[in-house]
């Protein structure tokens, strides 16, 4: 089965703190994902990996970064913590390449308070 | 604009009655569909995806879905709910016009189950 574990379940920074949410996946896959969770809002996509140091924008890039060193790892990186990144943040991954890129394999979230 | 659209934000179904879950979508060509599972506390689980082809598609859970054309619909079904499904579901499309495999997701509906 893949897997795709993260760092933490909950999380509590304050307000200007640099937080670090790590995500590892042990499939070999290229492509990852962070998402944001928000109650009447869904999914919303920060950043995408599609390969090792590569990066993209999602659709809600203000105020994170990204960081993939490894092809199994990938962090998401909020330099001053604000109280409107309270959230779950989620991490995905996907292979590449045929229809099978397109399943998305999700982690089970970090739930992060900024107070 | 496109978008996709699961215009109920709760349902309430009895257990052992049937189940619909509506998502609509508005993107210029037929994109490629999927329905998501989240249970409390967890991530996201992949119930089915459509491509092409059979627009009634089987998936997990004893779940289905139909793509319908004409109506820019996917809608989520099962016949008979069980208490176990509980949880909130999210209908999600990849619109192919962007060059990555991104994800876009509905704001999701939540399933309660009754006894």
């Known amino acids: 089965d893949v897997k795709v574990t993260q760092s933490s379940r909950y999380l509590v920074k304050r307000t200007g703190e640099k937080v670090f949410l790590e995500c590892v996946q042990d499939?070999?896959?290229?492509?990852m994902f962070w998402y944001r969770q928000d109650p009447g809002l869904g999914l919303r996509l920060i950043y995408f990996?599609?390969?090792?140091?590569?990066?993209e924008k999602g659709d809600i890039p203000e105020g994170y970064s990204v960081s993939r060193e490894k092809k199994e790892r990938f962090s998401l990186i909020l330099e001053s913590a604000s109280t409107n990144q309270t959230s779950m943040y989620l991490c995905?991954?996907?292979?590449?390449?045929?229809?099978?890129?397109?399943?998305?394999?999700f982690g089970p979230g970090t739930r992060l308070t900024v107070t | 604009a496109q978008s996709v659209t699961q215009p109920d934000i709760h349902i309430t179904v009895s257990e052992g009655a049937s189940l619909e879950l509506r998502c609509n979508y508005s993107?210029?060509?037929?994109?490629?569909l999927f329905w998501y599972v989240q249970s409390p506390g967890q991530g996201l689980q992949l119930l089915l995806k459509?491509?092409?082809?059979?627009?009634l598609v089987q998936g997990i859970k004893g779940f289905e879905a139909e793509f319908k054309r004409s109506q820019s619909s996917f809608n989520l079904r099962k016949p008979s709910v069980h208490w176990s499904d509980a949880a909130e579901y999210f209908c999600?499309?990849?619109?192919?016009?962007?060059?990555?495999?991104?994800?876009?997701f509905g704001t999701g509906t939540r399933l309660l189950v009754s006894p």
């Open positions: 995905a991954s996907s292979p590449s390449g045929g229809s099978s890129s397109y399943e998305q394999y």
């Open positions: 499939m070999d896959h290229e492509n």
């Open positions: 459509y491509f092409s082809g059979d627009t």
């Open positions: 993107y210029g060509a037929t994109p490629y």
């Open positions: 990996s599609y390969d090792v140091k590569m990066k």
């Open positions: 999600a499309v990849e619109p192919l016009n962007t060059g990555f495999q991104k994800l876009v």
